[in-house]
């Protein structure tokens, strides 16, 4: 099985690598550039973004971070993981979010989301303080969204969601990125 990193700065960070290792993955919780080496696939979990930014800049982890989406490496970014990947955070992908867009912790929600490369079921999706990608580039295929907002999303290698798999007990899309990471390794 592939070996994939999970960002543990902040964030539910446990919660993704409980899920890969059920998932028969190797399992590795990035916190400084070392971290990074070696890897078949990344996880940018959900937290709080400012929290992130500061932990990714204290620990030097943004230019490694951007060197290994763009050699290619699979990346799964969740929620705030999906604000991270944005033009105005780690600048890898050609998209912008807006941050708690659905509203404040009170207006969490749940929605069931058909994703492409998702098969069974609809996915179980809970939006928590979720963001959701206010404009993007060309290159960026929207996979779902909720009432006309953006909230999954493809470009090239990376996959990003505004919502979090690993509370539903959502394991599909953990798997798409460990076919992504076996394919590629």
């Not at 996979?143 to 996959?159: E, F, I």
């Amino acid at each position: 099985m592939p070996l994939v990193g999970v960002l543990a700065l902040q964030g539910d960070f446990a919660a993704h690598a409980r899920v890969l290792r059920d998932l028969g993955a190797d399992v590795r919780e990035v916190r400084t550039p070392a971290g990074l080496e070696g890897l078949d696939a990344l996880v940018i979990p959900g937290g709080e973004s400012t929290t992130m930014t500061l932990g990714i800049e204290r620990e030097g982890l943004a230019e490694p971070l951007r060197d290994l989406a763009t050699a290619g490496t699979p990346v799964l970014g969740t929620c705030a993981g999906m604000i991270m990947l944005d033009r105005e955070h780690l600048g890898i992908a050609d998209w912008r979010c807006e941050r708690n867009a659905f509203g404040r912790q009170i207006r969490s929600f749940e929605a069931d989301l058909r994703i492409p490369g998702v098969e069974g079921p609809p996915v179980r999706a809970v939006f928590i303080r979720a963001p959701w990608i206010a404009e993007h580039g060309d290159d960026v295929e929207i996979l779902a969204s909720v009432d006309g907002h953006p909230v999954a999303a493809r470009q090239g290698s990376l996959l990003a969601i505004s919502f979090h798999p690993e509370i539903a007990g959502e394991t599909r899309l953990h798997e798409l990125l460990l076919r992504e990471a076996s394919v590629r390794a």
